[in-house]
């Protein structure tokens, strides 16, 4: 019986997730077409606009990423640099130095991010739909990266240690470059495995710099900007394709195989439910003829 109600609750929560996933797709396409109308007819309220995206899809996150055991990702530069804009846009927004940085945070490792993280425009996934924007909007490191180190190598080491569901940036690269066992893996292990977590740090310098490099001519080249912002949408929206693709089959068919499992186990239930109705009739018609 407890298995029969379980299959129920399987099946009902299924319904929901599918139901869920329809009406996310409905939102982010609706608010993705109503961001790009705004950008066109009155790009002087996209700030304020930006503002509100993340003074609401922040926290949620953080709630939702707390559930999840990944709340340590917001500890990643792409959220500092988005305070960072934050905090220009409605403390300093004429201050032309401040601009520069977040230019450069925007166009430099947040642009690039975007596709080497091959963030994925994905309507039906709030979650990585907030991943693009989160990139994409924003279009002090040294300060950032001793942060995070000292919170999550210092601070709070003894806690990841102890439960290694807890995700961070460096858990997941290393994961899936130790999976691919691709360049990015061979380099940090050059300083042998121990000191994996310092070169993730080295690299990750090297790419920042290099991609804040990139940042100048871009400011320079209206035209350059304006081909490496279609560059980004189109890197975001060709993920986006790919998950839906290729990963999401493979989600409906381990989901399909867990369905074909349990129902063996359903008709078992029901049919022992079954026996015990006729068997408690039986009895009770025996008491009856007595």
């Not at 596709?115 to 279009?139: G, M, N, T, Y």
């Not at 026996?275 to 009770?284: A, F, I």
Request: glycine content about 4%; aromatic content about 16%; overall charge positive.
């Amino acid at each position: 019986m407890r298995s029969h109600g379980a299959v129920k609750i399987a099946t009902k929560a299924e319904e929901h997730q599918r139901f869920i996933f329809k009406v996310t797709h409905l939102m982010g396409v609706l608010g993705f077409g109503t961001f790009c109308y705004l950008l066109g007819a009155r790009p002087q309220d996209v700030p304020y606009v930006y503002c509100l995206f993340y003074v609401i899809f922040v926290p949620l996150r953080w709630i939702y990423y707390r559930y999840k055991k990944w709340h340590y990702y917001l500890l990643d530069f792409c959220y500092y640099a988005n305070t960072f804009l934050l905090v220009m846009i409605l403390f300093y927004p004429k201050d032309e130095k401040l601009f520069m940085v977040c230019f450069s945070f925007a166009e430099g490792p947040l642009a690039w991010a975007l596709i080497v993280w091959r963030c994925s425009l994905v309507f039906s996934s709030f979650d990585k739909l907030v991943s693009v924007l989160i990139h994409l909007l924003p279009a002090a490191y040294t300060l950032w990266q001793l942060m995070y180190f000292l919170i999550v190598n210092v601070l709070r080491r003894q806690r990841l240690l102890r439960d290694p569901e807890v995700m961070t940036s460096y858990r997941e690269l290393s994961k899936k470059a130790q999976k691919a066992n691709n360049i990015w893996w061979r380099l940090s292990g050059l300083l042998g495995d121990k000191n994996r977590p310092l070169m993730y740090i080295l690299l990750q310098a090297v790419f920042t710099v290099a991609t804040l490099a990139f940042t100048v001519p871009i400011f320079l080249s209206y035209r350059l900007h304006g081909i490496f912002q279609v560059l980004k949408v189109c890197a975001a929206t060709w993920n986006g394709g790919s998950f839906i693709l290729e990963v999401m089959p493979r989600q409906v068919v381990q989901k399909e195989k867990k369905r074909l499992e349990m129902k063996p186990i359903e008709q078992a239930n029901l049919k022992e439910h079954m026996d015990d109705r006729s068997g408690n009739h039986q009895h009770t018609s025996e008491e009856q003829s007595q």
